[in-house]
């Protein structure tokens, strides 16, 4: 059978060497040889940063959500209030 030893390397060391490879300062075989990784999946990592790098600042696609979501929670929190309105002017009529 076949003996899938794969590497599995840390977020920190892919972004370690991903920003080492935006910088541009080293040619890919250098990188190679400098962190021991092979040059695809250097360039595959710098890619993947490149592409994500705005998550890092936020995304605005999420704030979206999140004021929908904050939004709904505001909603309930009012209808909570009224409710609790409700249930104390009933409790005083009540004795």
């Not at 935006?22 to 990592?45: A, D, H, N």
């Amino acid at each position: 059978m076949g003996n899938n030893s794969r590497k599995k390397y840390s977020a920190d060391f892919k972004a370690k060497v991903a920003l080492e490879a935006l910088k541009e300062q080293m040619t890919l075989p250098e990188l190679e040889k400098k962190f021991g990784v092979s040059q695809y999946m250097i360039s595959r990592w710098k890619s993947e940063l490149s592409k994500n790098a705005y998550q890092t600042f936020g995304a605005t696609g999420n704030e979206e959500s999140h004021q929908k979501e904050v939004d709904n929670l505001h909603r309930k929190i009012g209808e909570l209030e009224m409710m609790l309105d409700f249930a104390k002017r009933a409790s005083q009529k009540l004795g």
